[in-house]
Antibody, heavy 120, light 110 residues
Framework: QVQLVQSGAEVKKPGASVKVSCKASGYTFSNYAMHWVRQAPGQRLEWMGWINAGNGNTKYSQKFQGRVTITSDTSASTTYMELTSLRSEDTAVYYC?????????????WGQGTLVTVSS | QSALTQPASVSGSPGQSITISCTGTSSDVGSYNLVSWYQQHPGKAPKLIIYEVSKWPSGVSNRFSGSKSGNTASLTISGLQAEDEADYYCCSYAGNSTWVFGGGTKLTVL
């Protein structure tokens, strides 16, 4: 079955960077896109960006432009999301979610989430 | 992009129907039939329940239904069950390869 497994929880200091991984299985990795969505404690889902796993093209939300980088390793069926210059407001659960490369119509399935805590 | 607007909470009794609205703009909900809905139980990852406004993914109950009129999409849950108690989020394609989520709605089954 299609499954996304993310890396474990992280604790970072303000100003540091974090890199979260998302390993896919059960489908042809390069035929789909991967999105990253975050959720601060008690808050809404927030779309951060996506990568076309077939050609490596990316697009980021304006809010995170310049601080986020999404990459993929096709040989490992793994996508990475790196967020730099961390601040306390970046404390959140970060999810990866598979999406179609065309039609742009769904995110399914989602990874289990990775809690990133930013604290001095 | 501003978040899509959803009511903070809705409630209903078992067996009843409820509707959750999701209001966007002519740049997102109003321009594309690419609205999806997600169910999220506490401490869990979101789950896709509706895509392309009104289509069901495999395995999702047809008690969930979706619609859209103008800049507002809606999710209706009929025959409410205790396990439907969760947070619900709408999401719309917003053009230029970007997406926007709603603020989320907490459903309480009384």
């Amino acid at each position: 079955q299609v499954q996304l497994v993310q890396s474990g929880a992280e604790v970072k200091k303000p100003g540091a960077s974090v890199k979260v991984s998302c390993k896919a299985s059960g489908y042809t990795f390069s035929n789909y896109a991967m999105h990253w969505v975050r959720q601060a404690p008690g808050q809404r889902l927030e779309w951060m960006g996506w990568i076309n796993a077939g050609n490596g093209n990316t697009k980021y939300s304006q809010k995170f432009q310049g601080r986020v980088t999404i990459t993929s390793d096709t040989s490992a069926s793994t996508t990475y999301m790196e967020l730099t210059s961390l601040r306390s407001e970046d404390t959140a659960v970060y999810y990866c979610a598979r999406g179609p490369i065309v039609m742009y119509n769904w995110f399914d399935p989602w990874g289990q989430g990775t809690l990133v805590t930013v604290s001095s | 992009q501003s978040a899509l607007t959803q009511p903070a909470s809705v409630s209903g009794s078992p067996g009843q129907s409820i509707t959750i609205s999701c209001t966007g703009t002519s740049s997102d909900v109003g321009s594309y039939n690419l609205v999806s809905w997600y169910q999220q139980h506490p401490g869990k990852a979101p789950k896709l329940i509706i895509y392309e406004v009104s289509k069901w993914p495999s395995g999702v109950s047809n008690r969930f239904s979706g619609s859209k009129s103008g800049n507002t999409a809606s999710l209706t849950i009929s025959g409410l069950q205790a396990e439907d108690e969760a947070d619900y989020y709408c999401c719309s394609y917003a053009g230029n390869s970007t997406w926007v989520f709603g603020g989320g709605t907490k459903l309480t089954v009384l």
